[in-house]
């Protein structure tokens, strides 16, 4: 004895249901996991003191024109909302532009 050659309207609609929570459980389980190694890698790199290399000393510079410093303030708050720490906790060196 086979399959039947059609599926009624419930089933269809079961068999859709079923398969759309398949995936969106899949998608969650992706977005948590995620979530739970970005925790674990920032922990690891505070444990392990990343940050500004041990050498680095605080130099004189020349004043930097008004424009600029625009500039380094919007990539200095961009990088500190990527690391998920306050400005105070590095040092910008220098900008090359790629």
Do not use: C, H, N
Not at 28 to 43: C, E, P, Q, W
């Amino acid at each position: 004895m086979g399959a039947p050659e059609y599926m009624s309207f419930m089933e269809s609609l079961v068999t859709t249901v079923i398969g759309m929570s398949i995936v969106f459980l899949a998608l969650i389980f992706l977005a948590v996991f995620v979530m739970v190694v970005s925790k674990v890698v920032s922990t690891l790199e505070a444990k392990l003191g990343r940050g500004a290399p041990s050498g680095a000393t605080l130099t004189e510079t020349k004043p930097v024109p008004k424009s600029e410093a625009v500039k380094v303030a919007v990539i200095a708050a961009a990088i500190s909302e990527e690391r998920k720490e306050p400005l105070d906790s590095f040092v910008i060196t220098k900008i090359q532009k790629i």
